[in-house]
């Protein structure tokens, strides 16, 4: 008998979101759990979902625990304590032009710790050299920077604050199959490095087959399957295959693994 509790990191239930008359999604229901890397496919509404779930938007109606908390209906203050646990890597990467990378890393330290300047910097050294990215690196600014060493940098600031889940939004949209295997590559070493649970909404079929644990299809303003990359290849559903028909950049990979 399995007696291992229950505890997902985010829980959803009954979940809308419309613009105006426009549907996004309706009555989602699903869990993220602890330590996994889940990836959310599929069609529009992908990044609105992930926004709802790090408390960047409020959804039209229904629920989302994150960590066991209600967190729809909170206030800004009241969801600082939960903001300090998530890390967030945004489709563009968001980073400062007007600030170095160390700087831009440096952020979230300022902003939710009372360390002194020079550990903050020490922080912020040892996450751009976990992303990979060289002391020289952190102090040229953003548009100095090819736009895989941008994402890198992008993520370094989203782990700044070692955060319990991670949210990367599109990490190997507009970069080469070379950059997108490496970062690939970096979010696993991360995963394997700081143990946070990973929710990426993606577009890269490759990047599935390599990454995620487990994968969710949106469509239609529902959740069409979920399961691992095997098991929704395997499908049956008709709108499942169509989707999830093609190759993948680390096939080597995956046939270690089955």
Same mark, same amino acid.
């Given at each position: 008998?399995?007696?291992?509790? &229950?505890?997902? %990191? +985010?829980?959803? $239930?009954?979940?809308?979101?419309?613009?105006?008359?426009?549907?996004?999604?309706?009555?989602?229901?699903?869990?993220?759990?602890?330590?996994? %890397?889940?990836?959310?496919?599929?069609?529009?509404?992908?990044?609105? =979902?992930? $926004?709802?779930?790090?408390?960047?938007?409020?959804?039209?109606?229904?629920?989302?625990?994150?960590?066991?908390?209600?967190?729809?209906?909170?206030?800004?203050?009241? $969801? !600082?304590?939960?903001?300090?646990?998530?890390? %967030?890597?945004?489709q563009d990467g968001a980073l400062f032009?007007?600030?170095?990378? !160390? #700087?831009?890393?440096? +952020?979230?330290?300022?902003?939710? *710790?009372?360390?002194?300047?020079?550990?903050?910097?020490?922080?912020?050294?040892?996450?751009?050299? =976990?992303?990979?990215?060289?002391?020289?690196?952190?102090?040229?600014?953003?548009?100095?920077?090819?736009?895989?060493? $941008?994402?890198?940098?992008a993520l370094a600031r989203a782990i700044?604050?070692?955060?319990?889940? =991670?949210?990367?939004?599109?990490?190997?949209?507009?970069?080469?199959?070379?950059?997108?295997?490496?970062?690939?590559? =970096?979010?696993?070493?991360?995963?394997?490095?700081?143990?946070?649970? +990973?929710?990426?909404?993606?577009?890269?079929? #490759?990047? !599935?087959? &390599?990454?995620?644990?487990?994968?969710? !299809?949106?469509?239609?303003?529902?959740?069409?399957? *979920?399961?691992?990359?095997? #098991?929704?290849?395997?499908?049956?559903?008709?709108?499942?295959?169509?989707?999830?028909?093609?190759?993948?950049?680390?096939?080597?990979?995956?046939? *270690?693994?089955?």
């Amino acid at each position: 008998m399995n007696t291992t509790p &229950y505890n997902p %990191v +985010i829980s959803a $239930r009954n979940l809308d979101m419309r613009f105006g008359s426009k549907l996004v999604h309706e009555a989602l229901d699903f869990d993220i759990l602890r330590g996994e %890397v889940l990836d959310i496919v599929g069609g529009s509404g992908k990044s609105t =979902l992930l $926004r709802e779930m790090a408390m960047l938007q409020q959804p039209t109606a229904g629920s989302i625990h994150l960590f066991g908390q209600e967190t729809t209906g909170l206030s800004e203050q009241q $969801r !600082l304590p939960l903001r300090r646990h998530l890390g %967030v890597l945004f489709q563009d990467g968001a980073l400062f032009g007007g600030q170095t990378i !160390l #700087e831009n890393i440096a +952020i979230p330290l300022k902003e939710h *710790t009372r360390l002194p300047p020079a550990l903050i910097n020490e922080i912020a050294m040892i996450k751009l050299q =976990l992303a990979q990215l060289s002391p020289a690196d952190g102090l040229l600014y953003p548009n100095q920077l090819s736009g895989g060493m $941008r994402k890198r940098a992008a993520l370094a600031r989203a782990i700044a604050l070692d955060p319990q889940l =991670l949210f990367l939004d599109e990490p190997t949209s507009g970069l080469d199959p070379l950059s997108a295997g490496a970062l690939d590559e =970096l979010v696993l070493r991360l995963k394997a490095t700081l143990g946070p649970t +990973i929710v990426i909404v993606t577009h890269d079929m #490759e990047s !599935l087959w &390599y990454v995620a644990d487990r994968v969710m !299809l949106l469509g239609e303003g529902r959740i069409l399957a *979920t399961g691992s990359m095997q #098991e929704l290849a395997e499908s049956v559903d008709p709108l499942v295959r169509g989707f999830f028909r093609g190759g993948h950049r680390h096939s080597a990979h995956w046939e *270690t693994q089955q």
